[in-house]
């Protein structure tokens, strides 16, 4: 009977096993939203929704790129992932997870895949992988020159943007790597263009957090003075329950959080207002000459005394890590409040001198705030670097660098580079002078008035710079650990060019001329040794900067500026000399033109000598008619053509006959007598007399051909012996020229690839055949 209970209660345990397993609970993916674009490299956010039902365990929410919005082995695996807590019951969870697009990852559109096992969703709208980042900001404008929006309604999107407002429309979630914090500035500047209900929409996010009726207020509204002239602050009260501060009596920072993140946010605070008090604020006065405007006078909420607000929140979703805000009314010489999003992690220091930095350019009269929004994001990383240069999250914002074809003006956190390399040129001081510029300058205009020498001197050099290895030194690699390198349109590190001369004795190579404004253009090339001669044609442009960074055979290295050396050659004496690599260096200066690409700047190396030719020749002239029959023989060894330099950067070549050794004779009959001279040997004048040249030019016209031309004249006399019946004589003549290039009607010979000058030539010197020539030649290039 015991054993039958036994079985019974096994038999019972055995169906009820699979009958428990069958009410288990299950975690889907219900949806994954996706930012419109994402940079390769770099790390783009994502909206997961997962639906639970039941009791289940923890999972992990895993990301791919797919292009076709199904799960399968072409798809590529995003780093990252959202936990979902183990729980019981049925619902829905929103999460939200931060991803990193490989950097391999091929440019184009992606379908995000948001899966839980096999469970997967794919976002509704495809994601754009591209080389730089493209935000929100580049989003509205493509929409607004397209006629899609109107500016103002792009305005409102970038707020959203900025704010993780949910009302941001899906096309205009740009990648979260592009995000702008001065955006509440251009809306203050552009306030009288936005219609009523958009300065509603608008205006909570000009009130403090702590204040009642802000962005950050569980039930915001936006006051009847929202319609008005200038942007107004919902409330000038205190919200009153929750919020706390710490400051220093004296001190020029408060610092606020919520009540409910105490245990986040207290002990930070403390930390981070003492790096504002005693490093911050200093490093930043000494360079601006000015600090942040008191609020005091503020007829909004503005903390109860004059001191500069930072608010620590947690509002979800939002697109900046901080927002740096004036008080309505004005976009310039006005106070200024800064709001850290801090639902994912607190702000650290660098963050806080970044924004800061924000509150003192609110500080300077700006006669366009809107004009100079990515300029104060690179002044601002770059304030941050400055107060804490070790702590190099700046490094992070490399693209500009990568990117030389991009213009400094579309340039904004990425663009800290180049106020890093005027404080290296200049001195940091050089910022309080742009910015003073800027009270009646707008944008670029403001660099160029303010750096010394202006932008037509600072940016070359700064182009120099940014070449960022050999033979550049310092670099920003030097300086700041900083190793990012110009990269070309395949998003790869633009290598040298190996330059051999081949067959035919020479070669070019072309590079495109920087085309945005404030852009750069680089060409890095590697000569053959049978390289000798290296000429570079520049097309004439008045915004156009060019520099030679040449690595020489002997090891030095030298910087060359050929700005205005249209045609520059180089071609030294000396081997050592010579150019073994070249980077090219061209930069645009303009503020605001396109440079013209009809013409490109043209390297051009052959083997061409540089110091001498040295060589041998031969020739005969026969002279045959009724009363005449004479024959004139001589060779030449030993010849030397040297170069003459003119120091003008002429394209042709030209070398003076420095000397050689002659063996020459003449014999034969003239009017019934017989004439001999020689053989005899004569040394040739010394060049300034023997009147010899060899010519050389490697471009004619529109022709790129290698020509030459070869002539002596000014020889010696010689003593020549007439016998006839009635007696002997003896006068002196004119041995012929010994070599000439008489090719007619051009005169010139074709150089052949090895660079040898070797040929030969003849021709009728008179009249119907009564007198010809031969002439032959062979010359070499020495060293």
Same mark, same amino acid.
């Given at each position: 009977?015991?054993?039958?209970?036994?079985?019974?209660?096994?038999?019972?345990?055995?169906?009820?096993?699979?009958?428990?397993?069958?009410?288990?609970?299950?975690?889907?993916?219900?949806?994954?939203?996706?930012?419109?674009?994402?940079?390769?490299?770099?790390? /783009?956010?994502?909206?997961?929704?997962?639906?639970?039902?039941?009791?289940?365990?923890?999972?992990?929410?895993?990301?791919?790129?797919?292009?076709?919005?199904?799960?399968?082995?072409?798809?590529?695996?995003? %780093?990252?992932?959202? %936990?979902?807590?183990?729980?019981?019951?049925?619902?829905?969870?929103? &999460?939200?997870?931060?991803?990193?697009?490989?950097?391999?990852?091929?440019?184009?559109?992606?379908?995000? #895949?948001?899966?839980?096992?096999?469970?997967?969703?794919?976002?509704?709208?495809?994601?754009?992988?591209?080389?730089?980042?493209?935000?929100?900001?580049?989003?509205?404008?493509?929409?607004?020159?397209?006629?899609?929006?109107?500016?103002?309604?792009?305005?409102?999107?970038?707020?959203?943007?900025?704010?993780?407002?949910?009302? #941001? +429309?899906?096309?205009?979630?740009?990648?979260?790597?592009?995000?702008?914090?001065?955006?509440?500035?251009?809306?203050?500047?552009?306030?009288?263009?936005?219609?009523?209900?958009?300065?509603?929409?608008?205006?909570?996010?000009?009130?403090?957090?702590?204040?009642?009726?802000?962005?950050?207020?569980?039930?915001?509204?936006?006051?009847?003075?929202? /319609?008005?002239?200038?942007?107004?602050?919902?409330?000038?009260?205190?919200?009153?329950?929750?919020?706390?501060?710490? =400051? $220093?009596?004296?001190?020029?920072?408060?610092?606020?959080?919520?009540?409910?993140?105490?245990?986040?946010?207290?002990?930070?605070?403390?930390?981070?207002?003492?790096?504002?008090?005693?490093?911050?604020?200093?490093?930043?006065?000494?360079?601006?000459?000015?600090?942040?405007?008191?609020?005091?006078?503020?007829?909004?909420?503005?903390?109860?005394?004059?001191?500069?607000?930072?608010?620590?929140?947690?509002?979800?979703?939002?697109?900046?890590?901080?927002?740096?805000?004036?008080?309505?009314?004005?976009?310039?010489?006005?106070?200024?409040?800064?709001?850290?999003?801090?639902?994912?992690?607190?702000?650290?220091?660098?963050? &806080?001198?970044?924004?800061?930095?924000?509150?003192?350019?609110? =500080?300077?009269? @700006?006669?366009?705030?809107?004009?100079?929004?990515?300029?104060?994001?690179?002044?601002?990383?770059?304030?941050?670097?400055?107060?804490?240069?070790?702590?190099?999250?700046?490094?992070?914002?490399?693209?500009?660098?990568?990117? +030389?074809?991009?213009?400094?003006?579309?340039?904004?956190?990425?663009?800290?580079?180049?106020?890093?390399?005027?404080?290296?040129?200049?001195?940091?001081?050089?910022?309080?002078?742009?910015?003073?510029?800027?009270?009646?300058? $707008?944008?670029?205009?403001?660099?160029?008035?303010? *750096?010394?020498?202006? &932008?037509?001197?600072?940016?070359?050099?700064?182009?120099?710079?940014?070449?960022?290895?050999?033979?550049?030194? !310092?670099?920003?690699?030097?300086?700041?650990?900083?190793?990012?390198?110009?990269?070309?349109?395949?998003?790869?590190?633009?290598? !040298?060019?190996?330059?051999?001369?081949?067959?035919?004795?020479?070669?070019?190579?072309?590079?495109? &001329?920087?085309?945005?404004?404030?852009?750069?253009?680089?060409?890095?090339?590697?000569?053959?040794?049978?390289?000798?001669?290296? @000429?570079?044609?520049?097309?004439?442009?008045?915004?156009?900067? *060019?520099? #030679?960074?040449?690595?020489?055979?002997?090891?030095?290295?030298?910087?060359?500026?050929?700005?205005?050396? !249209?045609?520059?050659?180089?071609?030294?004496?000396?081997?050592?000399?010579?150019?073994?690599?070249?980077?090219?260096?061209?930069?645009?200066?303009?503020?605001?033109?396109?440079?013209?690409?009809?013409?490109?700047?043209?390297?051009?190396?052959?083997?061409?000598?540089?110091?001498?030719?040295?060589?041998?020749?031969?020739?005969?002239?026969?002279?045959?008619?009724?009363?005449?029959?004479?024959?004139?023989?001589?060779?030449?060894?030993?010849?030397?053509?040297?170069?003459?330099?003119?120091?003008?950067?002429?394209?042709?070549?030209?070398?003076?006959? @420095?000397?050689?050794?002659?063996?020459?004779?003449?014999?034969?009959?003239?009017?019934?007598?017989?004439?001999?001279?020689?053989?005899?040997?004569?040394?040739?004048?010394?060049?300034?007399?023997?009147?010899?040249?060899?010519?050389?030019? !490697?471009?004619?016209?529109?022709?790129?051909?290698?020509?030459?031309?070869?002539?002596?004249?000014?020889?010696?006399?010689?003593?020549?012996?007439?016998?006839?019946?009635?007696?002997?004589?003896?006068?002196? *003549?004119?041995?012929?020229?010994?070599?000439?290039?008489?090719?007619?009607?051009?005169?010139?010979?074709? @150089?052949?690839?090895?660079?040898? *000058?070797?040929?030969?030539?003849?021709?009728?010197?008179?009249?119907?055949?009564?007198?010809?020539?031969?002439?032959?030649?062979?010359?070499?290039?020495?060293?």
């Amino acid at each position: 009977m015991r054993a039958k209970c036994i079985l019974a209660l096994t038999l019972v345990c055995a169906v009820a096993g699979p009958a428990a397993g069958a009410q288990a609970g299950t975690v889907k993916v219900r949806s994954v939203s996706a930012p419109r674009t994402a940079t390769a490299g770099s790390a /783009a956010d994502a909206n997961v929704t997962v639906a639970r039902r039941g009791r289940t365990r923890a999972a992990a929410v895993s990301f791919y790129l797919s292009a076709d919005g199904k799960r399968d082995a072409h798809d590529v695996r995003a %780093k990252g992932a959202a %936990k979902v807590a183990k729980g019981r019951g049925s619902g829905t969870t929103r &999460l939200r997870a931060s991803l990193n697009i490989p950097a391999g990852q091929p440019l184009g559109d992606y379908r995000l #895949l948001a899966c839980i096992g096999k469970s997967c969703a794919a976002s509704r709208s495809a994601m754009g992988v591209t080389r730089t980042p493209v935000g929100t900001r580049e989003l509205v404008d493509q929409a607004v020159a397209a006629g899609k929006l109107s500016p103002q309604q792009g305005l409102i999107y970038r707020v959203f943007a900025a704010f993780g407002d949910r009302r #941001l +429309p899906a096309a205009y979630a740009g990648d979260d790597a592009a995000h702008e914090d001065t955006i509440m500035r251009e809306v203050a500047e552009s306030w009288q263009q936005l219609s009523a209900a958009q300065r509603r929409q608008v205006q909570p996010f000009f009130t403090p957090p702590a204040a009642k009726g802000s962005w950050a207020s569980a039930s915001s509204t936006a006051s009847a003075s929202a /319609a008005g002239a200038a942007p107004a602050c919902s409330s000038a009260k205190f919200a009153g329950r929750g919020w706390r501060s710490i =400051a $220093r009596r004296g001190g020029h920072v408060r610092i606020w959080w919520h009540a409910a993140q105490q245990a986040r946010f207290a002990k930070q605070a403390q930390v981070l207002l003492a790096e504002a008090d005693d490093n911050i604020w200093r490093k930043l006065w000494d360079v601006f000459d000015r600090e942040p405007l008191p609020d005091g006078g503020e007829h909004c909420f503005h903390g109860g005394d004059a001191k500069l607000d930072v608010y620590l929140t947690t509002r979800s979703g939002a697109g900046a890590k901080a927002v740096t805000i004036s008080y309505p009314g004005s976009c310039s010489e006005t106070p200024a409040f800064i709001v850290f999003n801090s639902g994912g992690s607190a702000p650290n220091r660098w963050e &806080l001198a970044h924004e800061m930095t924000h509150a003192i350019q609110y =500080a300077f009269p @700006m006669a366009s705030c809107a004009a100079s929004a990515n300029w104060d994001e690179a002044v601002a990383t770059w304030g941050a670097q400055y107060v804490y240069p070790r702590d190099d999250q700046e490094h992070r914002f490399n693209w500009f660098m990568r990117e +030389p074809s991009e213009g400094l003006a579309d340039a904004s956190y990425d663009g800290w580079v180049f106020p890093y390399a005027l404080e290296q040129l200049y001195g940091p001081g050089v910022m309080r002078r742009v910015y003073e510029a800027a009270a009646t300058q $707008r944008g670029m205009h403001a660099l160029d008035a303010g *750096i010394p020498g202006g &932008l037509a001197k600072a940016y070359p050099e700064f182009a120099k710079l940014a070449w960022n290895h050999d033979p550049v030194k !310092p670099s920003f690699w030097e300086w700041d650990g900083f190793d990012p390198v110009p990269e070309d349109e395949h998003g790869t590190e633009i290598a !040298p060019q190996q330059v051999d001369l081949g067959a035919a004795g020479q070669a070019e190579v072309d590079l495109k &001329l920087p085309q945005k404004p404030l852009s750069r253009a680089y060409k890095q090339l590697k000569f053959g040794p049978e390289v000798r001669n290296i @000429m570079v044609r520049t097309p004439y442009d008045a915004d156009r900067r *060019i520099e #030679l960074l040449l690595k020489l055979r002997n090891g030095t290295t030298k910087t060359v500026d050929i700005a205005k050396r !249209p045609a520059p050659v180089f071609c030294p004496e000396s081997a050592g000399e010579r150019v073994a690599e070249m980077v090219v260096v061209a930069s645009n200066v303009s503020t605001f033109r396109q440079m013209q690409q009809d013409r490109p700047i043209r390297v051009r190396a052959n083997n061409f000598g540089c110091s001498k030719y040295v060589g041998s020749g031969s020739g005969v002239e026969r002279t045959h008619y009724a009363s005449r029959n004479t024959v004139e023989k001589w060779t030449v060894t030993n010849l030397v053509y040297q170069r003459e330099f003119t120091g003008d950067d002429s394209t042709n070549f030209s070398y003076r006959l @420095m000397g050689g050794t002659v063996n020459w004779s003449f014999s034969g009959t003239m009017d019934g007598c017989t004439v001999s001279a020689g053989p005899t040997t004569f040394q040739l004048p010394p060049g300034d007399r023997s009147g010899g040249y060899l010519n050389l030019q !490697p471009d004619l016209g529109q022709n790129m051909g290698r020509r030459y031309t070869l002539n002596t004249s000014d020889l010696p006399a010689v003593k020549l012996t007439e016998v006839c019946p009635e007696g002997t004589y003896s006068w002196d *003549i004119k041995p012929h020229e010994i070599l000439d290039t008489w090719n007619w009607p051009t005169r010139f010979f074709d @150089m052949p690839g090895n660079g040898i *000058i070797d040929g030969e030539n003849s021709g009728d010197e008179a009249t119907g055949g009564a007198r010809d020539v031969e002439f032959h030649w062979h010359l070499e290039p020495e060293g």
